[in-house]
């Protein structure tokens, strides 16, 4: 698996670092650190002579040492991990740029997690996730890595999830559980073990087919905060967004949800 | 640490007695029990209802250990000595940590923070009833000693045990002994811990945040999971009055807090007053 993460030198990037390096332990990957630096308009020559050429090289330079010390301060026991690359422009289009050609598998990133989950729909309804193909990973706490969970809706494109998923885990040796989540006012959460509703039966049977092995199949029921803290147990949420489509509670879980999620795109 | 326990007869104090059993094993720390009387009680102290219920506490908290391993004195105690002219102790002899019982003539509040700044306490536990808004015979005591200590206070209400401990923060100046304090609640509730940095727009202060990196990268070494979260200044309140319905909530309100601006005095006393999950104040 190739994984380009976003790299700043702060906290929310020190968790995403951290946290791949776990999963480096179960899934060889390669992970290509990329940090854009985006100078002050005031100090950007103007141009795209040598003057610029030269001051660009000596921001990276000065940069690259500040995120070189960072890396190995953050990487531990870390498989598969790259020198840094350092960009200078504008952030959004540097990275959108390194993705073109499409090497990479996963575009990863920490996000801290937030009480107010406007900002994760901002988030992904702003220009750059508009744009951005490949799947991306949002890892907002270090959890372990020991369990993945597929989080369903009853609208959800199951044909295009299960082989989206396979396509990067499919030899990843540890246990998969699948919920199909239901939104509702209660204050309770509510859990139906072993459900046969059609979305997880269909699920499943994809996975088994590719000899995956499913730890467990429930459907639950709540609203989507309190569900969302249900999901902190896992080491990684997986689902779909749909770029173009409606608000839907299941997006709500994602944005609540204390565990690293992937999103797919529909 | 030197835990100063003010308690009164009721039972919501009796639940606290036992919680700070519990606390007592794993910390070894020095106990004050503490009983206030009013200043113009006729009876004479070793008569008073409170020194029979304090007695009863000192049993509950060497019950925790078996005999041969516990750090207090067992010593049948049958004379408060009076140190002071409205001040009574009793101890017993031997021991290697101190669990002593004082009595105080006086009102509640004022006695308790007394007795905190003599004792040099760096932690207050009281309990409280949730159902009268932590009153004790109708007044903001646990309240009025949460404003005023001038150490780390925990306000314990009778409930079940926390699902999680939320420490929030907004400055950089954690103690080593606040840590400890987190540590030990997080291993006698079996809690789950997180630790909320609270932001001012987009910006979460450097400092903050290094500070929650710092509280990341020391509970990983102790094999404590740490659940991070950051709150908008603006929906602090808010989420305050969330968690608090089933979690305890740990809030560091040291002089460069500007947690004070959401948390001035009065923000305090509603809190301890309102929350129904226990409230420990750190400092």
């Known amino acids: 698996m190739n994984v380009l993460l976003s790299i700043e030198n702060n906290l929310a990037s020190s968790i995403a670092l951290r946290y791949l390096c776990r999963q480096s332990q179960k899934i060889p990957m390669f992970i290509q650190p990329l940090h854009i630096e985006e100078p002050s308009q005031r100090h950007y020559p103007f141009g795209a002579g040598w003057v610029r050429k030269t001051w660009e090289k000596t921001l990276v330079d000065a940069t690259k040492n500040e995120i070189d010390l960072f890396i190995q301060a953050e990487a531990e026991n870390c498989r598969g991990l790259a020198r840094v690359k350092i960009s200078v422009g504008e952030k959004e289009k540097e990275v959108l740029k390194e993705l073109e050609g499409g090497f990479y598998d996963i575009f990863a990133m920490g996000l801290l997690s937030s009480f107010d989950s406007s900002a994760f729909y901002e988030m992904l309804r702003g220009p750059f996730l508009k744009k951005l193909t490949c799947p991306l990973l949002l890892v907002k706490n270090l959890t372990p890595f020991e369990n993945i969970l597929l989080l369903m809706d009853k609208e959800i494109n199951i044909e295009r999830l299960i082989p989206f998923y396979l396509k990067l885990y499919s030899n990843v040796p540890i246990g998969v559980s699948l919920v199909l989540y239901t939104s509702n006012d209660k204050d309770t959460v509510d859990v139906i073990e072993d459900s046969d509703a059609t979305p997880l039966k269909e699920a499943l049977s994809l996975l088994t087919s590719a000899g995956i092995r499913v730890e467990r199949h429930e459907e639950v029921l709540g609203r989507a905060d309190k569900v969302a803290q249900t999901l902190k147990g896992s080491g990684l949420v997986v689902s779909m967004f749909n770029k173009k489509g409606r608000k839907r509670p299941l997006t709500d879980v994602l944005a609540s949800t204390p565990a690293p999620v992937l999103i797919f795109w529909e | ?283």
């Not at chain 2, 009983?35 to 029979?52: L, M, N, Q, Y």
């Not at chain 2, 009281?126 to 932590?134: A, D, I, L, P």
Request: hydrophobic share 40%; proline share 5%.
């Open chain 2, 1 to 283: 640490m030197r835990i100063l326990v003010a308690v009164d007869s009721n039972p919501y104090s009796s639940y606290v007695v036992h919680e700070v059993g519990k606390l007592a094993v794993n910390t070894w720390s020095d106990i004050t029990l503490l009983g206030v009387i009013p200043p113009d009680t006729k009876k004479t102290v070793e008569d008073s209802e409170i020194a029979s219920t304090l007695l009863d506490y000192r049993e509950i908290i060497t019950s925790y250990y078996p005999r041969e391993q516990c750090p207090y004195s067992r010593e049948e105690i049958s004379r408060f000595s009076r140190i002071g002219e409205n001040i009574f102790v009793a101890t017993g002899k031997g021991g290697i940590k101190t669990l002593k019982i004082v009595i105080r003539r006086g009102s509640w509040g004022e006695e308790i923070l007394k007795q905190a700044t003599e004792d040099e306490s760096t932690l207050i536990i009281m309990g409280c009833n949730k159902t009268n808004k932590c009153k004790w015979n109708g007044e903001d005591v646990p309240a009025r000693v949460a404003n005023n200590a001038p150490c780390s206070v925990l306000i314990v209400k009778e409930s079940k045990n926390p699902e999680q401990i939320v420490c929030c923060l907004d400055h950089d100046h954690i103690s080593q002994t606040s840590l400890e304090l987190i540590n030990q609640l997080v291993t006698l509730y079996k809690a789950e811990l997180k630790v909320v940095g609270v932001s001012q727009g987009e910006t979460l202060k450097l400092k903050v945040e290094n500070t929650m990196k710092q509280l990341l990268m020391y509970y990983l070494r102790q094999n404590i999971p740490l659940w991070l979260e950051v709150v908008d200044s603006s929906v602090f309140p808010t989420f305050v009055n969330q968690i608090s319905q089933k979690n305890l909530i740990a809030l560091w309100l040291g002089p460069k807090s500007f947690l004070k601006k959401f948390f001035p005095n009065e923000k305090v006393t509603t809190l301890i007053n309102d929350a129904p999950s226990s409230v420990l104040l750190l400092r």
